[in-house]
């Protein structure tokens, strides 16, 4: 089963414009991560966030959790059309050995429109 | 430093044929890992290696077997493959919590 679940499945926003994504998940974590997809390509680690930390940015990314709902959002600012993508949140459990094994979401498409 | 490759990048077999996928990776990683992606679907883990020599189940490891040959490959094998194996397959690696991935193999079964 899976952990996150992505809303909305799919978003088409102008180029320019912000683009949120949430994310839920369902059971205690450690941390929660962000991944790219480009069609036909393998994921790209985006940004990670602690489940100590309610807030982070890498450049035009900014993420936020709420351990209390269980909850996370990817914002992208000034979009342009090389995000177009499809992205997903990952989480990482407490307790995961030494593997650090990841609990994908079913993805938001994001559609930027020139 | 190519990191993580996968071979073959496409492969069509027929219902119970076998083949396996390769895997590779260059960065020095213990941690090694097999997901599937189905169309409009995350993915899903199906074995993983927290370090040579030892392999774990994950989320959906039935009909598949895998080998940690050395620190930089993981192989996925498929015994006798079947309609539903049809797939996307990811090899990624870690030394931290963050993956890296390889291109994928893109898997028909007929």
């Known amino acids: 089963s899976q952990q996150g679940e992505e809303d909305p499945q799919a978003l088409s926003i102008q180029e320019g414009e912000n683009a949120t994504m949430n994310c839920s998940y369902k059971t205690s974590i450690n941390n929660l991560q962000w991944y790219r997809q480009n069609s036909g390509r393998g994921l790209v680690h985006l940004i990670l966030?602690?489940?100590?930390?309610r807030e982070k940015h890498s450049g035009r990314l900014r993420v936020t959790l709420d351990t209390s709902k269980k909850s996370s959002s990817l914002l992208i600012t000034a979009s342009r059309a090389a995000d177009t993508a499809s992205y997903f949140c990952?989480?990482?459990?407490?307790?995961?050995?030494?593997?650090?094994?990841?609990?994908f979401g079913s993805g938001t498409q994001l559609t930027v429109l020139p | 430093n190519a990191g993580v490759t996968q071979t073959p990048k496409f492969q069509v077999l027929k219902t119970g044929q076998s083949m396996t996928l390769q895997c590779a990776q260059d960065?020095?990683?213990?941690?090694m890992y097999w997901y599937r992606q189905d169309p409009g679907m995350g993915l899903r883990l199906i074995y993983y290696?927290?370090?040579?020599?030892?392999?774990d189940k994950g989320e959906v490891p039935n009909g598949y077997n895998v080998s940690r040959l050395n620190k930089r490959e993981f192989s996925l094998r498929l015994e006798s493959a079947a309609p539903s194996q049809t797939s996307v397959y990811f090899c990624?690696?870690?030394?931290?919590?963050?993956?890296?991935f390889g291109p994928g193999t893109r898997l028909t079964v007929l």
């Open positions: 966030i602690r489940s100590n930390e």
């Open positions: 960065m020095n990683h213990n941690s």
């Open positions: 990952a989480t990482g459990p407490i307790s995961s050995g030494s593997a650090r094994q990841l609990t």
């Open positions: 990624a690696s870690s030394a931290t919590a963050e993956q890296f």
């Open positions: 290696s927290a370090s040579e020599g030892t392999t």
